[in-house]
């Protein structure tokens, strides 16, 4: 079986052009029709965003009978954080913190997929880490110590994703400590340019994996859209199941 995942930064459905613009960020979403599409930056009930419950409208506008929304940050009016849409059943979820101290709250929301079809199941991190490098390597630290991470089998397929915030690739250290591949570093490369997606310099979105995966392909989004949509372009990877 044949698995594609989306890491996105939606940057709140506001391009780059400041207008707030869900279809844009939707249609994005539909050229490359992931399975499992893990998002950061999504509103609810915000002023800035009409108020609007973007993961659910994404969801409904996108045909997503699974999602889950991982709340890390309220505002004056509504909160945002992670949200994680699915093809597949969600059958667990949970928020795990990651704020450090007085730093700004940030999250990873632990979502636990159901493939059916005798696959077993996929463990989906979606998270969205500070802007320090301290802070990120605590936070990674905070992370792969988890109660949630650490339920997780060595040969069950999981995936950690999102916005790393990590300029210089300091992470990828720690997470082949922990028994993951990348998707988006090949070797001694650097990762996939996302930010800003105008011009981008920086591979600040990443994917991770481990356990029963086999990666096909991954890349960036390269549609023209993509450039003005958000401040961040999506990455994808694709995977082969069961092997």
Same mark, same amino acid.
């Given at each position: 079986?044949?698995? !594609?995942?989306?890491?996105?930064?939606?940057?709140?459905?506001?391009?780059? +052009?400041?207008?707030?613009? /869900? &279809?844009?960020?939707?249609?994005?979403?539909?050229?490359?029709?992931?399975?499992?599409?893990?998002?950061?930056?999504?509103?609810?009930?915000?002023?800035?965003?009409?108020?609007?419950?973007?993961?659910?409208?994404?969801?409904?506008?996108?045909?997503? /009978?699974?999602?889950?929304?991982?709340?890390?940050?309220?505002?004056?009016?509504?909160?945002? #954080?992670?949200?994680?849409?699915?093809? @597949?059943?969600?059958?667990?979820? *949970?928020?795990?913190?990651?704020?450090?101290?007085? *730093?700004?709250?940030?999250?990873?929301?632990?979502?636990?997929?159901?493939?059916?079809?005798?696959?077993?199941?996929?463990?989906? @991190?979606?998270?969205?880490?500070?802007?320090?490098?301290?802070?990120? *390597?605590?936070?990674?630290?905070?992370?792969?110590?988890?109660?949630?991470?650490? !339920?997780?089998?060595?040969?069950?397929?999981?995936?950690?994703?999102? &916005?790393?915030?990590?300029?210089?690739?300091?992470? %990828?250290? /720690?997470?082949?400590?922990?028994? @993951?591949?990348?998707?988006?570093?090949?070797? %001694?490369?650097?990762?996939? =340019?996302?930010?800003?997606?105008?011009?981008?310099?920086?591979?600040? +979105?990443?994917?991770?994996? =481990?356990?029963?995966?086999?990666?096909?392909?991954?890349?960036?989004? *390269?549609?023209?859209?993509?450039?003005?949509?958000?401040?961040?372009?999506?990455?994808?990877?694709? @995977?082969?199941? #069961?092997?």
């Amino acid at each position: 079986m044949n698995l !594609r995942v989306l890491s996105y930064n939606i940057h709140r459905a506001i391009g780059v +052009d400041r207008r707030f613009r /869900p &279809d844009r960020i939707a249609r994005v979403i539909a050229h490359h029709d992931p399975d499992v599409a893990l998002l950061q930056e999504v509103d609810e009930g915000a002023p800035r965003s009409r108020e609007l419950d973007l993961a659910r409208e994404l969801a409904e506008e996108l045909g997503y /009978p699974h999602v889950a929304v991982g709340h890390n940050v309220s505002l004056r009016k509504g909160r945002y #954080g992670n949200a994680t849409l699915s093809r @597949f059943p969600i059958v667990r979820e *949970r928020n795990i913190d990651l704020s450090i101290r007085t *730093r700004k709250r940030r999250g990873c929301q632990h979502t636990r997929i159901e493939l059916g079809a005798g696959l077993g199941v996929l463990d989906a @991190f979606n998270l969205h880490l500070g802007l320090s490098a301290q802070e990120r *390597r605590r936070q990674m630290g905070v992370l792969l110590r988890s109660k949630e991470m650490r !339920r997780v089998a060595e040969r069950t397929p999981c995936l950690i994703g999102g &916005d790393f915030n990590d300029w210089r690739s300091l992470l %990828r250290r /720690p997470m082949i400590g922990a028994g @993951f591949a990348s998707a988006t570093e090949r070797g %001694r490369s650097p990762a996939l =340019r996302t930010y800003p997606s105008f011009s981008p310099q920086g591979g600040l +979105d990443r994917i991770y994996y =481990r356990g029963g995966l086999r990666l096909l392909a991954a890349r960036r989004c *390269r549609l023209n859209l993509s450039r003005v949509a958000s401040d961040h372009l999506p990455i994808l990877a694709d @995977f082969v199941l #069961g092997e």
